[in-house]
């Protein structure tokens, strides 16, 4: 089984350590950048974990904060869900997997 990797967001937090504290003072710098997003989506960037970025954006705010990738996005392990079972025991939760039909079987012939 392949570990589920998921990722940090750093965005809003490199913003403060440069003093931009509203997510409109990052519009203008990109818009340098030739970047043209709209208020709404500037707000997203800033706010939200993005599930897709383009290269262009990415490398337009890696150049305004001026920091390596690394800093920007933390790649990190997905938590495993963890569940209890009757005994009080703890243990990972398989998922949506382990709740596959079980196969039929045959038995005896015809009679």
């Known amino acids: 089984m392949t570990a589920k990797l998921d990722y940090k967001w ?3 937090e490199l913003m403060a350590a440069q003093g931009m504290y509203s997510t409109s003072a990052l519009r203008p710098l990109l818009a340098e950048r030739g970047i043209d997003l709209s208020t709404s ?4 960037l ?13 490398m337009a705010l890696l150049d305004i904060l001026g920091c390596p ?3 920007l996005i933390e790649p990190v392990g997905a938590a ?3 569940r209890k079972t009757a005994g009080g025991d703890t ?6 997997g382990a709740f596959r039909p079980k196969r039929a079987r045959i ?4 009679s």
């Open 10 to 12: 750093h965005l809003r």
């Open 46 to 58: 800033v706010t939200e974990k993005p599930e897709r970025l383009s290269m262009k954006v990415l």
């Open 80 to 82: 495993i869900r963890q």
């Open 91 to 96: 243990v990972a939760d398989p998922g949506v």
């Open 107 to 110: 038995t005896g012939g015809p």
């Open 69 to 71: 990738m690394d800093q």
């Open 41 to 44: 989506q500037v707000y997203r």
